[in-house]
């Protein structure tokens, strides 16, 4: 009897109207702003760990801007998500800001920009260098250092203005602080914004006062130079940045190199070297390779300058086939900045390996020009004219000089090298860079009779140099200045008329490269070889008869251009290596995804579902979605607020569907605990209506023995799947609604689902997330089940996460329509998929209903089934 008594009270109290209406109608609004602004941040939460799982799994190109960018408003959206559930439930959840703060630590521990290297030595002479101290010198200087000092080579006299210093370049006038923030707020994959960053910055560093005991420094260690080469001497600036000549970059090109420089000109000019840490290709250099700005930096060489009678390049294998192991040599007369920059092929020598080595090849170009060193007028260009044009730059007994000191340097370090040198006034040998060699992978090329069909137009041009092997096609795009850089389209041919190395930061994007002048040893041809993209150098004054836009397909390992896409070579022949896929990068992306993205709170109706245990940013989403959901439900009946307490949707007969709503949701004011179906005004709610009864349900499939055992099983061994479990939402489907948003937490039988939808006029702000879990059969049914399901969502254009028998599917940012469409077929599956998993061992079974869905949802789409009466 005190049953029955109390259970009437309660009754008489829900029905008595709350004491201060006006006050909760506006506490209400103010629950469901926090509510709407949890739901935005949650949103944005999942679209930033999409985009960075996608970037994980290989689908862009990215750097550490993108990647504490996106960390960072990751941080701010899960932040608000949890601020806004402390607004909805003050103090419930006391464990949940400081777990966020702790998973936040974990993350910001592993985004921290890395530690500076040992020694703060802002100057180190080459005599007391070599590779141990690669981390202060950069490798192009520790490795001078080598050759002089442990292989007794002849390398220039000099210094090295050390990592430190461009340390404490930075940390002046706060350079560091500026430059960070300027970078995060650039998109580096849009070569307009890469272009005006880099100009600003290399502004920045220019013009910074330097440091003054770094212009001590610099004047000791000239002084000491001076001294060490009888007298004042003009030097040369190259860069040595910390990570250039790696094994895993060679940087070939992309940082600045100044000749001929005067005593007085020695601080300004390290400035500018300094600050080609921050040219366009070297950022988009570090940006294709997944490199780290804050594990770099930019030491800077100073050596005497070598004024020399010739010089080039020396590959002790074939750079564009490791399978010859003769040694490659390009030469040129003067400076052997014209073969590394592109200006042209230069004389080429192939000499065997064995010692003594022997001249095997030998090609002796007409050289048109030279470059050489004046003491009042710099670095000069003089034609050449008469018998010295063509005459080769070297001996046959120079050659073998050359090919000795590579071999060398190949033994010394293990590994194939790519070694600059020079032959001075003196005639002496002098070695003036030395760095690892990676040839082209084999393969990348197939012969002239290999393309199918065996026939091929006829070719538009025909001949020059191929500087990095393979095949691709496009349209052809001129490139001379910036601003026909800034239009370049991804998939094009890059023209040039020089290959000069500014033009990598466009390498990656080609399909393929032709160059009316340089050859294999110019640092653009060695950057696209580390690409792995196809390049045709040297092809002279004929390469103007390509116009720009016209489509053809470039051969360079058959050195010739055809027109059109030739079957066979216009997919990019060159299998292109990943270049991010081992990169500083890339580790740090897949250590921070470890603390965002993994799901572990699965079960809302589990004890364990609670804050103190979330592993990721992931989880906290999850419990700040599912809990904001409940307590929005809870308001009406706590606060006795009928208005705003969940009603039964009465559709025919009293239904266990449950209505909230939330602002708009209703087309009128209803009174009592019911709804009917006209009552509602939410688009979504009716979308997902229509689809789950415009196609009346056959009712369960017929199960095997097999099937009905392993249901049976599974009900008695899994106490999660009870339909028994103590939580009013158990047995119940909620909606909470507003004119344009739906949220739905279902449950069919053993099945669990949540559908949320917001589809306004505003494109970019709607979405559709549908997830979907549980099953009555055994996990391999229920896998089964949720790949069925999960394919028919991704035929009709939702993205998709699949864990287990998890199933999470999202459509965004797409029009009014599109979304509502989307909806109904979310509505059809929660209602005709149920108690499929029993019947997913047939084969049978499972292609009939795949037809029929498929069948019914093409139906549902062109408007042909109409809801049941």
């Known amino acids: 009897m005190a049953g029955w008594w109390q259970k009437l009270r309660r009754l008489v109290r829900e029905d008595e109207p709350p004491a201060d209406e006006a006050g909760l109608s506006e506490e209400f609004k103010a629950r469901y702003l926090s509510f709407r602004k949890l739901l935005a941040a949650n949103n944005k939460a999942l679209e930033l760990m999409a985009e960075m799982e996608a970037a994980a799994g290989g689908g862009r190109v990215f750097g550490m801007s993108f990647l504490r960018a996106r960390a960072t408003a990751l941080g701010v959206s899960v932040f608000t998500m949890a601020s806004q559930l402390e607004r909805l439930a003050p103090g419930k959840y006391p464990g949940l800001l400081p777990r966020l703060k702790q998973i936040q630590n974990r993350l910001e521990d592993i985004l921290a920009p890395a530690e500076a290297p040992d020694g703060d030595d802002l100057v180190l002479p080459l005599a007391g260098l070599d590779q141990r101290r690669a981390d202060e010198a950069g490798a192009k200087m520790a490795n001078l250092g080598e050759m002089r000092n442990r292989l007794g080579l002849r390398v220039p006299p000099g210094f090295v203005i050390t990592a430190a210093a461009w340390r404490l370049l930075l940390e002046s006038s706060r350079l560091g602080e500026e430059i960070w923030r300027l970078q995060q707020a650039a998109d580096m994959e849009n070569a307009a914004e890469l272009f005006t960053l880099s100009s600003r910055l290399r502004q ?12 001590e420094a610099l004047e000791r260690a000239y002084a000491s130079l001076a001294q060490e080469a009888g007298g004042p001497v003009r030097v040369s600036l190259r860069s040595s940045a910390i990570g250039e000549d790696s094994a895993e970059a060679s940087f070939a090109g992309q940082y600045a190199t100044q000749l001929n420089v005067a005593p007085e000109f020695l601080a300004s000019t390290y400035q500018e070297v300094a600050a080609s840490f921050f040219n366009p290709q070297a950022m988009h250099y570090r940006l294709m390779r997944g490199l780290r700005d804050d594990q770099l930096a930019m030491a800077v060489g100073c050596l005497a300058m070598v004024g020399g009678v010739s010089g080039g390049v020396a590959y002790s294998v074939n750079p564009l086939d490791p399978a010859d192991r003769s040694v490659h040599l390009t030469a040129a007369w003067g400076l052997p900045r014209m073969v590394v920059d592109g200006e042209a092929a230069g004389d080429r020598f192939v000499l065997s390996r064995e010692e003594p080595p022997g001249v095997l090849v030998r090609v002796v170009e007409d050289k048109q020009s030279e470059l050489v060193c004046r003491a009042e007028e710099g670095v000069c260009r003089l034609e050449l004219t008469g018998e010295r044009a063509g005459q080769p730059c070297l001996s046959d007994e120079q050659a073998v000089e050359v090919a000795r000191a590579a071999l060398e340097l190949e033994a010394h370090y293990g590994a194939p090298q790519d070694v600059e040198w020079a032959y001075d006034q003196q005639g002496r040998l002098v070695l003036l860079q030395c760095r ?8 990348h090329a197939a012969p002239a009779s290999a393309t199918p069909g065996g026939s091929r137009p006829e070719p538009l041009l025909g001949g020059g140099v191929t500087a990095s092997p393979g095949s691709g096609a496009g349209p052809v795009h001129w490139v001379a200045k910036d601003a026909d850089a800034l239009t370049f389209p991804p998939g094009a041919v890059l023209a040039l008329s020089r290959p000069s190395p500014r033009w ?9 490269l032709v160059s009316a ?27 103007e008869r390509l116009e720009q836009g016209a489509e053809v397909t470039v051969d360079a390992s058959g050195r010739a251009v055809y027109p059109g896409r030739v079957e066979g070579l216009d997919s990019g022949g060159t299998d292109r290596p990943g270049l991010l896929a081992h990169s500083p990068v890339r580790r740090l992306l897949g250590s921070a995804l470890e603390v965002i993205v993994p799901l572990t709170l699965l079960d809302p109706d589990s004890t364990e579902f609670e804050p103190q245990r979330a592993q990721s940013l992931h989880d906290i989403t999850r419990f700040c979605h599912e809990k904001s959901v409940k307590e929005m439900f809870a308001f009406g009946k706590e606060h006795r607020f009928p208005r705003r307490a969940a009603k039964q949707l009465y559709y025919k007969v009293p239904m266990q569907w449950w209505v909230l709503d939330l602002e708009d949701g209703l087309a009128h004011e209803v009174s009592g605990k019911y709804v009917k179906l006209e009552d509602i005004a939410c688009t979504p709610m009716l979308a997902v209506w229509e689809g789950m009864t415009a196609i009346p349900w056959e009712g369960p499939p017929a199960m095997s023995g097999r099937g009905l055992a392993s249901v049976l099983f599974e009900a008695t061994a899994n106490p999660n799947l009870t339909t028994g479990v103590k939580t009013r939402y158990a047995n119940r489907n909620y909606f909470m609604i507003a004119r344009h948003f739906m949220n739905l937490q279902s449950r069919f039988g053993f099945h669990f689902c949540a559908v949320e939808a917001l589809a306004g006029p505003r494109r970019r ?97 062109a408007g042909e089934a109409a809801p049941a009466a």
């Open 204 to 215: 920045l560093i220019v013009q910074a006062p330097l440091p003054p005991a770094l212009e």
């Open 436 to 443: 690892p060699l990676r040839p082209a992978e084999s393969g």
């Open 504 to 512: 990598a930061v466009l390498a990656g994007k080609a399909s393929a």
């Open 517 to 543: 002048r340089g050859g294999a040893a110019g640092h653009l041809a060695t950057v696209c070889r580390e690409y792995g993209v196809p390049a045709l150098f040297s092809l002279g004054p004929d390469l």
């Open 765 to 861: 702000e709607n979405y559709l997330s549908f997830s979907f879990k549980g099953g009555a059969a055994d996990s391999a049914r229920r896998l089964a089940r949720v790949r069925f399901v999960g394919e028919i969502l991704q035929a009709r254009g939702f993205a998709l996460e699949m864990s287990e028998d998890n199933l999470r599917a999202r459509v965004e940012r797409a029009a009014q329509e599109s979304i509502l469409d989307a909806v109904k077929v979310v509505g059809y599956l929660l209602m005709h998929t149920r108690q499929l998993d029993m019947v997913m061992a047939d084969p049978r079974s499972v292609a009939y209903y795949r037809e029929k869905i498929e069948k019914d949802l093409d139906r549902l789409a």
